[in-house]
């Protein structure tokens, strides 16, 4: 009920969405129920952790990417490749993503650089880092 209301008022943020790494073995949602969600409830600003859903990216690159949603970057670092971020990136748009980090579980510099190592615009990076943000308060 609270998820319903929260998407009523457009504030939502995901939260445990996939895989916790405090509790590995428990998958909590996958690329196909957020869809599900996206299509029955149909918010205007859904904010995903982990850039869809944690290590499960090639089902957000064929499920979810391009549907509106906000993708974030914590904890994504150094598991997904260089190349499929930026396929990401460029299916959902440099729009849609926010920079993020988990901390202590990654550390901030190393998340920033990994964004500013990759093969993107100036643009889009700024997108990414702040303006994104800016555009959803």
Same mark, same amino acid.
């Given at each position: 009920?609270?998820? @319903? &209301?929260?998407?009523?008022?457009?504030?939502?943020?995901?939260?445990?969405?996939? &895989?916790?790494?405090?509790?590995?073995?428990?998958?909590? %949602?996958?690329?196909?129920?957020?869809?599900?969600?996206?299509? *029955?409830? &149909?918010?205007?600003?859904?904010?995903?952790?982990?850039?869809? @859903?944690?290590?499960? +990216?090639? *089902?957000?690159?064929?499920?979810? %990417?391009?549907?509106?949603?906000?993708?974030?970057? @914590?904890?994504?670092?150094?598991? $997904?490749?260089?190349?499929?971020?930026?396929?990401?990136?460029? @299916?959902?748009?440099?729009?849609? $993503?926010?920079?993020?980090?988990?901390?202590? +579980?990654? *550390?901030?510099? !190393?998340? $920033?650089?990994?964004?500013?190592?990759?093969?993107?615009?100036?643009?889009? !990076?700024?997108?990414?880092?702040? &303006?994104?943000?800016?555009?959803?308060?």
């Amino acid at each position: 009920r609270r998820f @319903a &209301k929260a998407c009523k008022y457009h504030i939502l943020k995901s939260r445990f969405m996939l &895989k916790d790494y405090g509790y590995v073995t428990e998958i909590r %949602c996958t690329p196909q129920r957020i869809l599900d969600v996206a299509r *029955d409830l &149909k918010p205007k600003r859904l904010v995903m952790a982990h850039l869809g @859903a944690n290590s499960m +990216w090639y *089902d957000v690159e064929k499920t979810i %990417c391009g549907l509106g949603l906000y993708f974030d970057t @914590a904890f994504i670092n150094p598991r $997904i490749s260089d190349e499929q971020l930026v396929r990401i990136i460029r @299916a959902n748009g440099a729009d849609k $993503i926010l920079f993020a980090t988990d901390s202590p +579980w990654n *550390d901030q510099k !190393k998340d $920033i650089d990994f964004i500013e190592r990759q093969n993107i615009s100036t643009e889009e !990076k700024s997108m990414i880092f702040s &303006k994104n943000a800016l555009n959803l308060i």
